[in-house]
């Protein structure tokens, strides 16, 4: 269907308005062919959701071909996520930005990891002095549907000290991301725990993932920095068990539950600073894809405002990887919704249509 039309309250200006699809873009004004279809005369119309964190073509054992990388991606669209972050794969399969019915993919290529210090078959395991080459090149890789990511692995457990520790020398993370800002990228990376923050804020990161080892020292500086935080809290609640599975390292589990209890405050505290926060699954891992909305419920559970969510999972999360929400000219990524996401986020979970890249897929 190349054009299509839809009559709804349009989030987040709240106006009710009549939204056409022609040629995979929006316009406002209604166009002259006649072959004008509607999709809904009422509703609420959201911009595409987003999952700034996840993994498509990653399962817990590494890479997956590009038939499971789709599958994935489909998964994310039917729960209403369009535009996808992707943090990380052993193979990016650059086939699936080509792909009409499928969510725009922004990559991260590998990750960037100290050796014998991540999940095995994930990513590029190197020595602090490959750190900075390494960030280059994949910062040269192509980002798909915007900017590309470099992910860097901040902080992992240290088996001889038996407790997470910071990865990398200070002076290596400053030329590592100054490298991958100039070859054009922006740099994603991982902490779990406190200790690596200051030098990571320090060389000019752009994100922090998961954000649990964020601190009253550190959340100013966060903040200052116009660092965004992904908090990810559908795994955050998995702390525990990879607690119950480290019984070698009883220092570094005692950690992980630490973090899992006290994650919820600091992570309120990120917002009231005034830290952007977006909405992350860090599906494709250990996790199963199209859990966008149970992370934004998850966030309204630890006290972010629904509007906040909302616009952590859509307007704002779009803007902030380079897309469009709902505006004249725009790509038609969205969804409609018969309930107001405003008053009930659970809406989310009952999309009426959703379009993406122009194609009505529900």
């Given at each position: 269907?190349?054009?299509?039309?839809?009559?709804?309250?349009?989030?987040?200006?709240?106006?009710?308005?009549?939204?056409?699809?022609?040629?995979?873009?929006?316009?406002?004004?209604?166009?002259?062919?006649?072959?004008?279809?509607?999709?809904?005369?009422?509703?609420?119309?959201?911009?595409?959701?987003?999952?700034?964190?996840?993994?498509?073509?990653?399962?817990?054992?590494?890479?997956?071909?590009?038939?499971?990388?789709?599958?994935?991606?489909?998964?994310?669209?039917?729960?209403?996520?369009?535009?996808?972050?992707?943090?990380?794969?052993?193979?990016?399969?650059?086939?699936?930005?080509?792909?009409?019915?499928?969510?725009?993919?922004?990559?991260?290529?590998?990750?960037?990891?100290?050796?014998r210090r991540y999940l095995r078959n994930y990513g590029i395991e190197i020595e602090p002095d490959e750190l900075p080459a390494h960030a280059e090149a994949q910062a040269r890789r192509p980002g798909g549907h915007g900017t590309p990511w470099v992910k860097l692995v901040g902080d992992w457990i240290d088996r001889e000290v038996g407790d997470l520790m910071p990865c990398w020398p200070a002076d290596v993370l400053v030329e590592a991301v100054r490298r991958a800002h100039e070859a054009g990228a922006r740099v994603a990376t991982h902490v779990f725990g406190e200790e690596a923050l200051p030098d990571l804020i320090a060389a000019g990161v752009d994100s922090i993932e998961h954000g649990t080892g964020l601190t009253a020292e550190t959340i100013p500086a966060v903040?200052?920095?116009?660092?965004?935080?992904?908090?990810?809290?559908?795994?955050?609640?998995?702390?525990?068990?990879?607690?119950?599975?480290?019984?070698?390292?009883?220092?570094?589990?005692?950690?992980?539950?630490?973090?899992?209890?006290?994650?919820?405050?600091?992570?309120?505290?990120?917002?009231?600073?005034?830290?952007?926060?977006?909405?992350?699954?860090?599906?494709?891992?250990?996790?199963?894809?199209?859990?966008?909305?149970?992370?934004?419920?998850?966030?309204?559970?630890?006290?972010?405002?629904?509007?906040?969510?909302?616009?952590?999972?859509?307007?704002?999360?779009?803007?902030?990887?380079?897309?469009?929400?709902?505006?004249?000219?725009?790509?038609?990524?969205?969804?409609?919704?018969?309930?107001?996401?405003?008053?009930?986020?659970?809406?989310?979970?009952?999309?009426?249509?959703?379009?993406?890249?122009?194609?009505?897929?529900?």
């Open positions: 269907m190349s054009t299509c039309h839809v009559r709804g309250v349009v989030l987040p200006d709240g106006e009710t308005r009549d939204l056409y699809v022609v040629d995979g873009r929006i316009t406002f004004d209604r166009p002259t062919r006649l072959d004008v279809e509607t999709l809904a005369s009422e509703g609420f119309v959201l911009p595409g959701l987003v999952d700034a964190h996840c993994h498509v073509g990653l399962a817990a054992d590494g890479g997956v071909p590009i038939d499971i990388a789709r599958e994935q991606a489909v998964t994310d669209r039917d729960a209403g996520a369009l535009l996808l972050r992707d943090a990380g794969t052993p193979q990016t399969h650059y086939a699936l930005d080509d792909d009409p019915e499928l969510p725009r993919i922004v990559h991260a290529g590998r990750h960037l990891a100290r050796t903040a200052a920095s116009g660092i965004a935080v992904v908090p990810t809290l559908v795994n955050i609640v998995n702390f525990d068990k990879f607690a119950d599975q480290a019984t070698k390292y009883p220092t570094y589990a005692a950690r992980m539950r630490r973090l899992r209890r006290s994650s919820a405050q600091r992570l309120r505290d990120a917002h009231d600073a005034g830290i952007p926060l977006y909405v992350g699954t860090d599906a494709g891992g250990q996790l199963p894809h199209g859990l966008v909305v149970d992370e934004m419920l998850a966030l309204c559970d630890i006290g972010i405002p629904v509007i906040d969510v909302l616009a952590a999972g859509s307007w704002k999360a779009r803007e902030w990887l380079g897309l469009p929400g709902l505006v004249e000219g725009a790509p038609a990524d969205f969804v409609v919704y018969d309930d107001d996401p405003r008053l009930d986020l659970s809406a989310l979970r009952r999309p009426r249509h959703i379009v993406v890249r122009g194609t009505v897929v529900r």
